[in-house]
């Protein structure tokens, strides 16, 4: 999850807000997403892409790019930012979803009526 330039505080701030917005107004979606991940393969994090977030030819419904990342390929990437936010959440609560930007990747561990930003 590294970017490729350093980002003002300006710009990280700006996706966070843009992103709390997209994950209240998406949330029912990610979650269930989330938790089919969960279920079907263990401890993960959820990566969306917030950069072509829709595919509404496809589905007739706007949709987003995502990807269920297991913890074992997160020990893989030897990302340790993430693999210890993914290994200590609830997931009888929460979920860790990572959207990704053009120049970065924000994790968050998400849950309702709760969303935190952990990792960057």
């Known amino acids: 999850m590294a970017a ?3 980002q003002s505080q300006d710009v990280v701030t700006q ?3 843009s992103d709390e917005a997209f994950v209240e107004k998406h949330f029912g979606f990610l979650e269930r997403a989330a938790r089919a991940g969960f279920e079907a393969s263990g401890r993960g994090a959820l990566f969306v892409d917030v950069t072509t977030i829709y595919d509404e030819a496809v589905s007739g419904k706007p949709r987003p790019q995502m990807s269920y990342v297991t913890r074992q390929q ?3 990437r030897e990302d340790g930012k993430l693999l210890p936010l993914v290994e200590t959440y609830d997931p009888a609560q929460e979920f860790v979803g990572v959207l990704c930007h053009l120049q970065e990747d924000i994790a968050y561990r998400i ?3 709760r969303r935190r930003t952990p990792v960057t």
């Open 74 to 76: 997160i020990t893989e």
């Open 15 to 17: 996706w966070r807000a």
């Open 4 to 6: 490729e330039a350093p």
């Open 111 to 113: 849950g309702r009526g």
